[in-house]
């Protein structure tokens, strides 16, 4: 998260209501403020479709589940200690996109399902 003031101005674009786009900035703010890095990457292994739906045309929305695996994620304290993971490190994640309008897709909700593993 050492590079967190450069792309947090990105995350608004991606999350579709300003209730998403506050808790996310605001887990991302703290953690960079508290001095913590992330080093590691993230895999979605798998993606379903679960509804779809057309209407009204040109705000379509779309649920999808994915399987987040989190396994290649490490967390660091300010003082470089690892700091353990809590959960486990793979499950569902569901999100719920809308077409803008513009064509472009936003999440509008989305749930972590940790008690759902993959």
């Known amino acids: ?11 608004p674009q991606y999350w579709g209501t300003p209730e998403l ?3 996310e900035t605001s887990y991302y703010r703290g953690s960079f403020e508290d001095g913590e890095t992330v080093e590691g990457t993230l895999v979605i292994d798998g993606l379903t479709v679960v509804e779809y ?4 045309e040109g705000r379509e929305q779309v649920r999808l ?6 396994s290649g994620i490490a967390y660091f304290a300010v003082d470089g200690s690892a700091i353990p993971k809590v959960g486990p490190t793979r499950y569902i994640d569901e999100y719920l996109l809308q077409n803008s309008g513009e064509g472009i897709w936003k999440i ?5 399902h940790i008690d759902r593993p993959c």
Request: proline share 3%; with cysteine.
């Open 1 to 11: 998260m050492s590079d967190y003031a450069t792309w947090s101005a990105e995350l």
């Open 21 to 23: 786009t506050g808790a």
């Open 53 to 56: 739906v057309a209407e009204p």
């Open 65 to 70: 589940e994915a399987c987040t695996d989190n």
């Open 108 to 112: 509008v909700d989305f749930t972590a």
